[in-house]
């Protein structure tokens, strides 16, 4: 047991120094030269030349396309955005009934029920949407959405 808390310890010391040196730019500090060590002899640090600036103005190498002024943003959200928009607003129906998350999302890819561990007689669903699943509880006539989690 000791052993094994040991290395657990000694993992962990060594991930932090590793994450506490990788984000160093400085070079690391060499240690002092002793009495006994003879001074090495340094070479001047080379001069960088200073960049040269032109009077002509730079060019681009892609011509800039314009939007014409017509109130019109591009589409810039990536291919799943429908995807996350639609799982942020099944999010905000926990609590609520299935019925209205359907109507507003619509009908999920697939479902499974089971026998309900909180409900004597009522069923646990699972359904299946693209990129999420809606968990839920069956009892009666009402089904109600218990948790919404990214698949």
């Known amino acids: ?50 960049p040269v600036e032109s009077a002509e103005p730079a060019e681009s190498a892609a011509p800039v396309a314009t939007l014409p002024d017509a109130g019109l943003v591009p589409d810039t959200e990536p291919e799943n955005a429908a995807e996350a928009s639609l799982f942020e607003l099944a999010k905000g129906y926990v609590d609520k009934p299935l019925a209205e998350l359907q109507e507003e999302i619509g009908e999920p890819l697939s479902s499974a029920y089971v026998s309900s561990c909180l409900i004597p007689g009522g069923q646990d669903g699972e359904l299946q949407y693209d990129g999420f699943i809606v968990s839920t509880v069956k009892s009666g006539d009402s089904e109600t959405v218990l948790d919404v989690r990214e698949d």
Do not use: D, K, Y
């Open 1 to 50: 047991m000791r052993r094994n808390l040991f290395v657990v310890i000694l993992c962990l010391v060594c991930a932090l120094l590793l994450c506490a040196c990788s984000g160093s730019s400085a070079p690391a500090a060499s240690p002092a030269p002793t009495a006994s060590e003879a001074p090495a002899e340094t070479a001047p640090p080379e001069e960088t030349p200073a």
